[in-house]
T-cell receptor, first 114, second 113 residues
Framework: DTAVSQTPKYLVTQMGNDKSIKCEQN?????MYWYKQDSKKFLKIMFS???????INETVPNRFSPKSPDKAHLNLHINSLELGDSAVYFC?????????????FGQGTRLTVV | AQKVTQAQTEISVVEKEDVTLDCVYE???????LFWYKQPPSGELVFLIR??????QNEISGRYSWNFQKSTSSFNFTITASQVVDSAVYFC??????????FGGGTRVLVKP
């Protein structure tokens, strides 16, 4: 019954490694997002996809690459992880282009780079 | 550009007190929506309420109420008779054209028994 699910929930990895976070939504929404929440709880959008097409790409290092195989999935791949990448990453979805609809969030993936 | 400011970083109250969270926003769009989300200690983000830019009528939903004033670009949120379970970080958010949901910095609410 989970609307937006992310895996894994926790990820601890060493600097320089490559890792992926997966996200799936079963709400039938057209748009999915990745948000980053830093240690001060600040939430910032990274990417947004609408029907598998990239529509928002904020200033994010090229080491971050989103991939949307279909509109129900949006994965985030991170190359050459750095200490500063440690954060909680949230996947979300909403029904666009209806701006009144709220975004539904996954439970978050806490990434720790050591 | 959109911007949401939550000036209060942390509020501490005793149970049963009312808590009001301030939110001020900036946008050039005439059509937009405002939201409040709650993030409890468990970490998930939970949608609470929304209000559109054309409806300044204030509402109450259970122990939650909100005060939207377009003239001052404010969208304040009140929890009445707070409970320990209300302890969380509360985020105000804005969505306008371009579909991007922009969050404020959050206000941590601590309700003590």
């Amino acid at each position: 019954d989970t609307a937006v699910s992310q895996t894994p929930k926790y990820l601890v990895t060493q600097m320089g490694n490559d890792k992926s976070i997966k996200c799936e939504q079963n709400l039938g929404h057209d748009t999915m997002y990745w948000y980053k929440q830093d240690s001060k709880k600040f939430l910032k959008i990274m990417f947004s996809y609408n029907n598998k097409e990239l529509i928002i790409n904020e200033t994010v290092p090229n080491r971050f690459s989103p991939k949307s195989p279909d509109k129900a999935h949006l994965n985030l791949h991170i190359n050459s992880l750095e200490l500063g990448d440690s954060a909680v990453y949230f996947c979300a979805s909403s029904q666009e282009p209806l701006i009144y609809t709220e975004a539904f969030f996954g439970q978050g993936t806490r990434l720790t780079v050591v | 550009a959109q911007k949401v400011t939550q000036a209060q970083t942390e509020i501490s109250v005793v149970e049963k007190e009312d808590v009001t969270l301030d939110c001020v926003y900036e946008t050039r769009d005439t059509t937009y929506y405002l939201f409040w989300y709650k993030q409890p200690p468990s970490g998930e983000l939970v949608f609470l309420i929304r209000r559109n830019s054309f409806d300044e009528q204030n509402e109450i939903s259970g122990r939650y109420s909100w005060n939207f004033q377009k003239s001052t670009s404010s969208f304040n949120f009140t929890i009445t008779a707070s409970q320990v379970v209300d302890s969380a970080v509360y985020f105000c958010a804005l969505r306008a054209a371009g579909n991007k949901l922009t969050f404020g910095g959050g206000t941590r609410v601590l309700v003590k028994p």
